[in-house]
């Protein structure tokens, strides 16, 4: 696959920055934690559902990042990269913590969170307000029941809002599996959804 003008502008860029870092410049990877760090949070916080677990491990992906710079080869972004990185900590920590399933989707939350989301500018009835907890405790029983390959892609996809080829590069798989898999998973939930709703 050709690469664009901008993909290389971007590689270009990502290869100046790793230079500085390696050749000694504190502030460049102050700078890049900077930049990197909400989108890091993000998307270990939706592995993990928990901020303090979150925060450690992009922490830790940070430590590791830092370590590894001199064997970045521009292969990928360096917003790709570190994501990877990130993910892969978040798995780990998902596996060694042994959360329940939708923890470590990332899809869990307090009911008084569930209470602030809910409550908009117009006050909705304790009858809503139930419904659209039944709703989302549902959703996460059918998410939990998905495997493991499609749950990651949906919460890349449907969460993060990351494109196909950015997923395909973190979860290094072929573009063409990731569309597969966030296929299958979209039609899996919208089968089970169906049938819940018969019951």
């Known amino acids: 696959m050709a690469i664009s003008?901008?993909?290389?502008?971007?590689?270009?860029?990502?290869?100046?920055?790793?230079?500085?870092i390696l050749s000694g410049g504190?502030?460049?990877?102050?700078?890049l934690v900077v930049e990197y760090h909400p989108l890091a949070f993000?998307?270990?916080?939706?592995?993990?559902?928990?901020?303090q677990d979150a925060e450690e491990v992009v922490q830790d992906a940070f430590v590791?990042?830092?370590?590894?710079?001199?064997?970045?080869?521009?292969?990928?972004?360096l917003k790709t990269w570190i994501l990877r990185i990130v993910w892969?900590?978040?798995?780990?920590?998902?596996?060694?913590?042994?959360?329940?399933?939708?923890?470590?989707?990332?899809?869990?939350q307090s009911a008084e969170d569930a209470d602030v989301r809910v409550?908009?500018?117009?006050?909705e009835s304790p009858e809503a307000r139930l419904l659209s907890r039944e709703a989302r405790q549902l959703v996460r029983e059918?998410?939990?029941g998905l495997p493991p390959t499609l749950r990651e892609v949906l919460i890349l996809n449907s969460f993060e809002e990351l494109g196909y080829e950015e997923i395909a590069?973190?979860?290094?798989?072929?573009?063409?599996?990731?569309?597969?898999?966030?296929?299958?998973?979209?039609?899996?939930?919208?089968?089970?959804?169906?049938?819940?709703?018969?019951?």
């Open 142 to 144: 059918l998410v939990d």
């Open 169 to 199: 590069r973190i979860l290094d798989v072929p573009v063409g599996t990731v569309s597969s898999r966030i296929h299958a998973a979209r039609r899996k939930l919208a089968a089970r959804l169906q049938k819940s709703a018969k019951n």
């Open 5 to 20: 003008r901008s993909q290389l502008e971007i590689h270009r860029a990502d290869s100046a920055r790793v230079d500085g």
């Open 119 to 123: 409550a908009g500018p117009v006050a």
């Open 42 to 51: 993000s998307l270990a916080y939706r592995s993990l559902g928990d901020p």
């Open 64 to 77: 590791k990042i830092h370590g590894a710079l001199d064997g970045f080869r521009g292969d990928a972004s």
């Open 26 to 31: 504190h502030e460049t990877f102050r700078d």
């Open 88 to 108: 892969r900590l978040s798995l780990n920590r998902r596996r060694d913590r042994a959360r329940s399933a939708w923890r470590r989707l990332g899809l869990h």
